[in-house]
């Protein structure tokens, strides 16, 4: 038998338990999302590695100077998602001013790969600082390095730079600029490397 004086739970409050349980939820949601893309999805810079660089031909003549220049490096995507890069490029120079530059094809990583470069271009002609010209003719001058015996030595620097986008879940794309700087020490003489500092 029913007890008219009995209360029935408040409709109200049921929808006020669901709001509650759905409003929750959906926090549980948003903080897992936000985790996932932080530590799985987020973007991240491409690594740029120099493995060799190389002057297949140098020679100083008349103060100037001669060479082929050659760079080998490794690019790696640490992305889950391919990286496209465009508008990269590769700079010589000598005591600040620039000596040549190469520009890098486009092309695509695929995300947790490696891609192997190389860049060459030849530089003519360009005039030697008066105090290495005479350090060169004279040949006088020791010049050493890490303990040995090197004669006269110049030093370039190279930029490399990757201008680029990373795809986020195949949806969003975030625009990369990653770049790597050295300086390469060479033995006038002979146009060998001593040493390379990136």
Do not use: W
């Amino acid at each position: 038998m029913n007890d008219p004086y009995r209360s029935k739970p408040s409709r109200g409050r049921t929808n006020f338990a669901s709001c509650i349980c759905a409003t929750v939820f959906l926090i549980f949601l948003i903080a897992g999302i936000v985790i996932a893309y932080f530590f799985l999805f987020k973007p991240k810079t491409p690594k740029i590695a120099v493995e060799a660089v190389r002057f297949p031909t140098f020679s100083v003549t008349n103060g100037t100077v001669n060479f082929t220049f050659f760079q080998y490096v490794s690019v790696t995507n640490p992305n889950r998602d391919e990286f496209t890069h465009y508008d990269s490029s590769l700079q010589l120079s000598y005591s600040g001013e620039p000596v040549g530059l190469v520009f890098i094809p486009a092309g695509k990583i695929d995300g947790g790969r490696t891609q192997h470069m190389s860049a060459k271009f030849d530089v003519q002609s360009y005039p030697l600082p008066a105090k290495l010209k005479a350090d060169v003719s004279g040949g006088v001058i020791p010049t050493t390095v890490n303990g040995v015996g090197a004669g006269p030595t110049m030093e370039v620097e190279t930029r490399m730079k990757l201008v680029g986008r990373v795809r986020v879940l195949k949806v969003f794309t975030h625009r990369m600029d990653s770049g790597v700087k050295c300086g390469v020490m060479i033995q006038v003489s002979s146009g060998s490397v001593l040493g390379v500092r990136c």
